[in-house]
């Protein structure tokens, strides 16, 4: 257990945030007392969710959750209400942890429903109690990825996953001690709960916040803070690489000296553009190591550490993990041929909440996890080439449900059909666009307004066009692949 890893670190500093250095024993303790309190209420918390901004306190809160024996549901921190009440609902939370900045956003429905909600620093945190035995087959962690359906799932990962998916990464990626790593992802997402916050607590190295995007203050880091590593999506370099080239010669000298010293920077949550990886290169001195994951399985292909790094393929299999690419009969496929990616090891999710349908269906007979990517190896190496459903978009880093914003976009008046799809980007990966039938006159820029304060905005279409009927097929289904060229020939956004 990564709390237990703790304990050999004691005086190190684990983590840096709001300008305060926190040590391991710290971390510790803090995580301890939030333990004493989710136990005041209870002996068995079940779901606990929290909406903490990202520092100390959200990785205190988070491991004196699991220090409880109860499932830990981070929420994303830009979502709306609706949003936010259907994964408190789904997740059947008892208990809520908010920054104070949230807590008027949900504290009225927290009453209504009967949640508990915590407030940090307004709440008085009691002395530490004794704490239950927490056994790695224990629930640890409930993610919600979206998926073929039109609703976010619950992938609930056990405190073995999470050691596997960490001692992977620390394994292949060679972390230590002597690291220290910011943190500029979403702490809601695979990515930045376990490749970031939690191989570097794990390895007992130095965890640094950027609680907001800053080119300028990300780079002020870079130069000033002694990194050795960074990990984030390709939307996120195709910003550094845009204000770094409107900086002075001088100022941008300076920057690629200091990311020379860095020891690996690392891509993933969507395709890398091979430009962008170029021009990162030419202004760091690094080849972006690109990996494959996704919530249900952690990261389970990388390229490697030491070793070719080959644009536009995601590398092999990690040590500890079973790969395969499979044909539509889920049988092997020969080198060189098409096929599904499928996954087994530790790392493994454990189920979806309360789906268990879907769960059963995720999953073949003999226990591979059906990811529903597709690729192909050659020379080695995996290339992705596409997802078996045309209904996934990756966007800036996330993975989301084009029916899930097509339920939402077909609830506003006057809207009578939709499809959503995404476009390749060099900046976004895919943009999320969407395409609608009208009853009559629809305002599109009410309609956009109208759908962040249901949906969090990186969701929310990019591009909005009218269309008098969507391509179909001959058993009446909507064919995205003849909606996408759609977009190159209308103008109306």
Known sequence: ????????????????????????????????????????????????????????????????????????????????????????????????????????????????AGILLHVVGECSLPEIVELPIVTPEHPALMLYTSGTTSNPKGVVLTHDNLNAQMEHLITAWQWTSSDHIICVLPLHHVHGVVNVVGCALYAGARLSFLPQFSPKELFRSFVEDGLTLFMAVPTIYYKLIAYWESLAQMEQEALTAAMQQFRLMVCGSAALPVTTMEKWQHISGHTLLERYGMTEIGMAISNPYEGERRPGYIGEQLSGVEVRLVDEEEQPVPSGTMGEIHVRGRNVFRQYWRRPEQTEEAFTTEGWFKTGDMAVVEDGYYRITGRSSVDIIKSGGYKLSALEIEEVLRTYPGIADVAVVGIPDDEWGEKVMAALVIKHDVDLEAVNTWIRGLMAAYKTPKKYIVVDELPRNAMGKVVKNEVKPLFNTNQES
Request: hydrophobic share 45%.
């Open 1 to 112: 257990m990564i709390w237990k890893n703790a304990l050999a670190y004691a005086d190190r500093t684990a983590i840096c945030s709001g300008g305060q250095h926190y040590s391991y024993i710290e971390l510790e303790s803090r995580s301890r007392e939030w333990s004493a309190l989710f136990l005041q209420e209870t002996s068995a918390p079940g779901q606990i969710a929290f909406m903490v901004n990202p520092g100390f306190d959200y990785v205190a809160v988070q491991w004196g959750i699991w220090r409880t024996g109860a499932m830990a549901v981070p929420l994303c921190l830009t979502y709306p209400l609706p949003s936010l009440v259907y994964v408190l609902e789904d997740a059947q939370v008892s208990q809520v942890v908010v920054s104070s900045e949230y807590a008027p956003l949900l504290r009225d429905y927290c009453v209504a």
